[in-house]
C-alpha cells in the first residue's frame, strides 16, 4: 500500500487537523513528518474541542498507529503537555504513540534564542510562534542538535551541557535577560516521559507498514506558503512543508506517495508577519475574523484574514502534485452578500498568474466576484443539498486548478463533514 500525504495549502491552519481525525478510521497509521509545536491542530467531536501540537491527529482512535517523525522537532515541555491533557480524557498515548530516535529535540536554550532573536529584529520579526523551532532546525542542519535517540546515550547529559553553553554564548550577544532555571526542570520531566514511549527508527517502521500493506497518512504541519524554500521568505518556517517533506520527515521514497490531499480554507489566513496579497483590513476582514474564530491555536494570537488567493492555491498544486483538494471553513462565508478570490495578480501594473519571486511591493490582487449564498450550511451533510452559489463557487475553483474539491467542510465538528 502506498503513502497518503494531506498538508496545508496557504499560511498554515486550514482545519488539517479537523480532517486527520475525520479520515483516520480508513487509516492504520498518521504520521507527523515536520514542524513541532509551532503547529496548533483543533479537533472537535462529542461537544469538545482538543489542540494537538505534535501529537498527530489520529491519536483520538485507539486502533491507529501514530508516528513521530524525524523531521518533527520535539519540545519535552509541550510534549508532556500534550500526553498529561490526553490522560485526563482517558486516553493513554503509550498505546498508539511511538517516537522516531531521529527526531530532534528543542533544548530549553532554543527557545529563549528563538525570543531573543526576534526581539532583536524589531520590527522586521517574523512573528514566529516562539517554541524554538528556526533556532532547533538551525542546529539540525549545521550538525549540532540533539535528537531523541540521545536520550538513552550515558553521554546524554554532557551533549545537553555542552550545546546549552554553546547557546548561553550566542546568548550573549543579545541583550535578553531569561533564566534557564525556570525551563530546564520541566524540559528533564519531558525527557523522562519520553523513556516511557517507544522510540523507533522510523523509516524502517514506515518501509515495513507500507510493505505489509498498511494505509498510511502523511499530516503536514503549517503550510506550502510558510515552506523554508517555497514559501514568502523569510517570512516563513524553518521546514518543507510542502509534499517532498514527508518523504525526508518519515524515511520513505517519493515513488510511495498515492494521493496528496491539498487542504485550503474557502478564504484565507495568515498569523505573525509577512506579505498576504489578498489580505483585508476593512470590515470585510474583520468580519471573517469573527465568523470564523480566527485566533492562533498555539498562540492565540488574531490571525490576518482575507480572500481566497488562487494564484497561490495553483502553486501549491504545483508544489505538492496535489491531487484532491479539501476545501474549510466554507460556512464562515454564509452570510456575505458576495465572495471574492483573487485570480490574478498585477505585479508592477502587470498581469500575471504565477505566483512571483516575492509578494512584496507592488503586488495587487485582481478579484473576481461571486454571489453569495446566505444560508446556514452548517447542518447540510450532503454536497447536491450545498446551494448552487457555493457549488460554482467550488466549481470555478476546479475548473482553475483542474483538481477535485473532494470534501467539503462546513464546520468544526467532526459530523460537519461533506463527502464527495
Ligand atoms: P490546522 O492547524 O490546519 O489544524 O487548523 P487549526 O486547528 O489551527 O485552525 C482551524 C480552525 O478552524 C479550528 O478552530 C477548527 O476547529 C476550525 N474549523 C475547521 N474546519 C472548520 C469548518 O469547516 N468550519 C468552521 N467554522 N470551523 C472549522
Ligand atoms: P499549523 O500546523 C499558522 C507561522 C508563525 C510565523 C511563522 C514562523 O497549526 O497550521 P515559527 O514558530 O515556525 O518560527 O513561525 O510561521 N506559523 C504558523 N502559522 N499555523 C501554523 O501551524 C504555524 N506554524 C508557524 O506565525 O509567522
Ligand atoms: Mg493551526
Known amino acids: 500500500m502506498k503513502v497518503d500525504v494531506l498538508l496545508g495549502t496557504q499560511w498554515g491552519d486550514e482545519g488539517k487537523g479537523k480532517i486527520v481525525d475525520v479520515l483516520t478510521p480508513s487509516y492504520d497509521v498518521i504520521a507527523r513528518f515536520q514542524g513541532g509545536p509551532n503547529a496548533g491542530h483543533s479537533l472537535e467531536f462529542n461537544g469538545m474541542r482538543h489542540v494537538l501540537h505534535t501529537i498527530p491527529s489520529g491519536i483520538f482512535h485507539s486502533d491507529s498507529l501514530n508516528i513521530i517523525g524525524n523531521g518533527v522537532v ?52 517574523i512573528g514566529s510562534t516562539l517554541k524554538g523551532i528556526g533556532p532547533t532546525y538551525m542546529d539540525k542542519t549545521g550538525r549540532n542538535g540533539m535528537r531523541v535517540g540521545d536520550i538513552i546515550s550515558p553521554e546524554f547529559l554532557n551533549k545537553y551541557k555542552y550545546l546549552t553553553e554553546k547557546h548561553e554564548n550566542i546568548l550573549k550577544h543579545y541583550d535578553y535577560d531569561y533564566s534557564l532555571l525556570d525551563f530546564e526542570q520541566g524540559w528533564f520531566e519531558g525527557i523522562e516521559l519520553i523513556r516511557e514511549f517507544k522510540l523507533v527508527d522510523s523509516e524502517y517502521l514506515m518501509n515495513d507498514l507500507i510493505s505489509e500493506g498498511k494505509k498510511i497518512l502523511a499530516e503536514g504541519a503549517q503550510g506550502t506558503l510558510l515552506d523554508i524554500d517555497f514559501g514568502t521568505y523569510p517570512f516563513v518556517t524553518s521546514s518543507n512543508t510542502v509534499c517532498a517533506g514527508a518523504c525526508n520527515g518519515l524515511g520513505f521514497a517519493p515513488g510511495k506517495i498515492a494521493r496528496v490531499m491539498g487542504i485550503f480554507k474557502a478564504y484565507c489566513t495568515r498569523v505573525g508577519s509577512g506579505p498576504f496579497t489578498s489580505e483585508l483590513l476593512d470590515e470585510d476582514g474583520i468580519k471573517l475574523q469573527k465568523m470564523g474564530h480566527e485566533f492562533g491555536s498555539t498562540t492565540g494570537r488574531p490571525r490576518r484574514c482575507g480572500w481566497l488567493d488562487l494564484v497561490a492555491l495553483k502553486y501549491a498544486v504545483m508544489i505538492n ?100
Open 74 to 125: 520535539l519540545d519535552p515541555v509541550v510534549f508532556k503537555k500534550e500526553i498529561d491533557k490526553l490522560k485526563e480524557l482517558g486516553v493513554d498515548a503509550r498505546k498508539n504513540l511511538v517516537i522516531s530516535k531521529k527526531a530532534h529535540l528543542i533544548l530549553p536554550t532554543h527557545r529563549i534564542i528563538d525570543a531573543a532573536s526576534e526581539a532583536a529584529k524589531g520590527k522586521e520579526k
Open 321 to 420: 502534485g496535489i491531487n484532491e483538494l479539501i476545501m474549510t471553513k466554507a460556512d464562515v462565508l454564509d452570510s456575505f452578500d458576495s465572495i471574492k478570490l483573487a485570480s490574478h495578480y498585477l505585479v508592477n501594473g502587470e498581469k500575471t498568474a504565477f505566483f512571483p519571486y516575492s509578494i512584496e511591493g507592488d503586488v495587487k490582487p485582481v478579484y473576481k466576484e461571486f454571489k453569495g449564498w446566505k444560508v446556514d450550511i452548517t447542518g447540510i451533510r450532503t454536497y447536491n443539498e450545498l446551494p448552487e452559489e457555493l457549488k460554482n463557487y467550488i466549481s470555478f475553483i476546479e475548473q482553475e486548478t483542474g483538481v477535485p474539491v473532494k470534501i467539503v467542510s462546513v464546520g468544526p465538528d467532526r459530523e460537519q463533514t461533506i463527502f464527495r
